[in-house]
């Protein structure tokens, strides 16, 4: 038999008709439409198959099955608002999250989006970083959590995989050398994987920007002064163009994973389920 799922909001709703014994009223409280009322208790008694209330000297009543759905409806919508309750109690007045520059502008809408439904009374504090420096500062307890790429022998929860690509202008000459390149500065594991992969094809480069914010990177590669290294994600989000050429060399994957501080709260938790569902979601789409 196939597993159904009923919508919790259907049983609030079910529950209000009962209590107040009217759709009108009902829809008041909770701010929808009487046709909505209407159609949400239709769509329940479609899923259960069969009426759930009755109409008897202008009451409304619950059918036999009623009676049964209105049992578990009070104990469902019970445990959520418990569920709820202790979430918001627990959550700090604060959370603080750490990304690098680029990842930011691709996942942080996400994260804020979701925190906002999940922890409405937490203010989300951003940091922006190097991944190996983000890393260090939620094992210091400095930050709640980080979303990062993956160090080799680093402590944290693998999510996706992300391959590198060069990105250049179409009509930027890569056969001119040395090559020049716009790369973060010394800590970024991307830049160590560009760079190792340039040196191990014997292909002449030097490094004509640099930076630690991926902005200006971006302009220098849009300006045709560059070429770039980054994830693909990165490049897909600024709308650059991903250079294909056998004369370059290939490049090798990227793990973007999270880390969360030891002795997680529930509102932590929370808050990693909203960064891996941004990651999961921004993946999909690009």
Known sequence: ?????????????????????????????????????????????????????????????????????????????GLNDRMIADLLEAAPAILRIGLPDDYAAIFLPEILRSAAQRLPHTEISCHAGYSVDLGKRVAQGELDLAIMTAEPDGESLHVISEPLVWVALPEFEISQRPLPIAVYHDACSVRRSGLAALRQNDIPHRISH?????????????????????????????????????????????????????????????????????????????
Not at 212 to 225: E, W
Not at 270 to 277: D, G, H, P, R, V
């Open 210 to 286: 640099s930076s630690n914010a991926n902005s200006m990177l971006v302009t220098a590669v849009r300006g045709g002064h560059a070429m770039g290294v980054m994830p693909a994600c990165t490049a897909h989000h600024e709308g650059l163009h991903i250079i294909t050429s056998p004369d370059l060399p290939p490049l090798p994957p990227i793990d973007i994973a999270l880390k969360i501080r030891d002795q997680a709260t529930p509102a932590l938790r929370e808050l990693a389920l909203s960064a891996i569902s941004a990651l999961g979601r921004e993946t999909q789409v690009s």
């Open 1 to 77: 038999m196939a597993l159904l799922n009923v919508d919790i909001d259907w049983l609030r709703t079910f529950l209000k008709v009962l209590e107040t014994q009217s759709f009108t009223r009902t829809a008041e409280i909770l701010l929808r439409t009487q046709p909505a009322i209407s159609q949400q208790i239709k769509r329940l008694e479609e899923t259960v198959g069969t009426p759930l209330i009755s109409r008897h000297r202008n009451q409304i009543i619950p059918t036999a099955t009623g009676l049964v759905v209105k049992s578990y409806a009070e104990g469902i919508i």
